[in-house]
């Protein structure tokens, strides 16, 4: 890993077992960001611990709206010059109703994480996963053999199949030629 790596340890659901994933990612990166303000807020832990959490988090909210009762006692138990100087108040709360966090997924992985509150891995994400700790694992002379043999593979075998097929219909419209007694 480079300078300026961060390795991020995530758990997530696959096929109904927990995984542990982790990655190196770059410093302030989109996703270490993410995963900063999840780690902070207490996203990416289960909905228990998020609940217990949250009273705790929050612990001035619930001091105002005691605060707010006990004035609310004190104002009706006192009677006299007092209740008709509170007659004419109108009593709000010191502190607006908490807001709920705005970014949540949209989608039906939107949907699913807010069920069950665990990220969801695709089987797609799950093998590129094994297959990045597989090649981790192996030696070093394993890995640059893998990354020569790997090395534009696709496009290069695609082109030799594009190549063999104009090949193959060559041949074969010289053979249809040959039959009916044209030259090429």
Known sequence: AGSGMVTITQ???FCGEELVVTKQVKA????HLA???REAGGIGRGKGAAAAAAPSAKPSLQQAVDA????QRQMAEQGGAASSVAEGLEFKPALPAP????AKPTGLQGLLASLDGKKKMSTMEKSRHDWGNFKSKQDEATRDEMDRFAKDGYLAKQAFLARTDERQ???ARSNRRRGMGLKD
């Not at 302030?28 to 996703?31: D, F, H, L, P, Q």
């Not at 807001?99 to 705005?102: C, I, R, S, T, V």
């Open 11 to 13: 758990a997530v659901d």
């Open 28 to 31: 302030g990166s989109k996703e």
């Open 35 to 37: 995963y900063q303000q």
């Open 68 to 71: 707010s009762s006990a004035l």
């Open 99 to 102: 807001k709920l966090p705005a």
């Open 169 to 171: 219909a060559e041949v």
